[in-house]
C-alpha cells in the first residue's frame, strides 16, 4: 500500500547537469539538485512545500498516483506529512475553525495556526486534533 502524500517524482539529468525532479501528480513541485541524493532531498522538501500551496489556494490534496517504470515515491517531511493529513480530515469533517477550536477547547486563533503549513505544530497537538475529528493520526516506517 502506498502511504499517502508519497507522490511518484520522476528524475532526469537538465542540460545544466543538475538532476531535476518533477511529479505529474503535483506540478508546482519542480526543483533540482546536484547530485542524486541532493535531488531527492529537495524534493522532499519541495514536496512540503508544493502540497502547501493546495492549502493556501483551498485545493484539495491530489491523489498520489503509482509510480511509473523509473519513477521514485517521494513524502513531504513528517511532521509536514502529518499537518496535511490532519487537513485533509477536517476539511472532509466539512466543520469549521471556530467549531474546531470549541471541539479543542482552543482559541480560533490557536486553531487557525495549527492548520497553516507555515506554523511548526507537535505532534501530539495534531493526534488531539485528529481525535476531535474522530480520527487516529498513524505514523509509519518504511524501508528506503
Known amino acids: 500500500m502506498q502511504p499517502a502524500f508519497a507522490y511518484p517524482v520522476a528524475f532526469a539529468r537538465g542540460p545544466s547537469g543538475k538532476i531535476e525532479v518533477s511529479a505529474r501528480d503535483v506540478p508546482p513541485l519542480i526543483t533540482s539538485g546536484d547530485s542524486e541524493a541532493a535531488a531527492i532531498a529537495q524534493a522532499i522538501d519541495g514536496l512540503g512545500a508544493a502540497l502547501a500551496t493546495y492549502v493556501f489556494d483551498g485545493a484539495d490534496f491530489p491523489v498520489p498516483s503509482a509510480p ?55 505532534l501530539d497537538r495534531l493526534a488531539a486534533v485528529a481525535e476531535a475529528l474522530g480520527k487516529r493520526l498513524v505514523v509509519g516506517i518504511e524501508e528506503l
Open 68 to 122: 511509473l517504470p523509473g519513477e521514485r515515491l517521494v513524502a513531504p517531511p513528517p511532521l509536514a506529512a502529518a499537518k496535511f493529513a490532519v487537513i485533509a480530515a477536517w476539511r472532509a469533517a466539512d466543520i469549521s475553525k471556530t467549531e474546531l477550536a470549541a471541539r479543542l477547547g482552543l482559541a480560533e486563533g490557536e486553531v487557525r495556526r495549527i492548520l497553516d503549513p507555515r506554523h511548526s505544530t507537535k
